[in-house]
């Protein structure tokens, strides 16, 4: 009994053994595609967040434009209406001359004493 035994028990070590090797191997498998999960995870999110940002990018480049066009509109408009300004103010001058020269004397009169105060 004891040389069947042994041979029983030597048998039973050996299955043991691959059974454990094969729970081991199934582990690193598990974990090489755990890896290879995360990888991929991680390569599809630095894409995403590249998509993102150059749409961010091109968003901006937008509003830019959008602001520079408006302001350019703006800059125009008031370039118009200080040319209308400007030949009303002349034309008026032209018409009532004694009176012009009497208001910009008596405005050049208050800011000197304004400014002298200082």
Do not use: C, W
């Amino acid at each position: 009994m004891s040389s069947q035994s042994t041979h029983n028990s030597g048998r039973g070590a050996n299955e043991v053994k691959d059974s454990a090797n094969r729970v081991a191997n199934e582990a690193k498998d598990k974990a090489t595609e755990s890896l290879q999960s995360l990888k991929d995870l991680g390569s599809q999110a630095k894409t995403v967040a590249q998509d993102q940002l150059q749409r961010a990018s091109q968003v901006a480049q937008e509003q830019m434009e959008t602001i520079r066009d408006s302001a350019s509109e703006y800059y125009e408009q008031g370039l118009a209406k200080a040319e209308e300004l400007r030949g009303t103010v002349e034309n008026r001058i032209q018409q009532t001359p004694l009176q012009s020269v009497m208001i910009a004397a008596g405005v050049g009169f208050v800011l000197g004493i304004i400014l002298t105060r200082r």
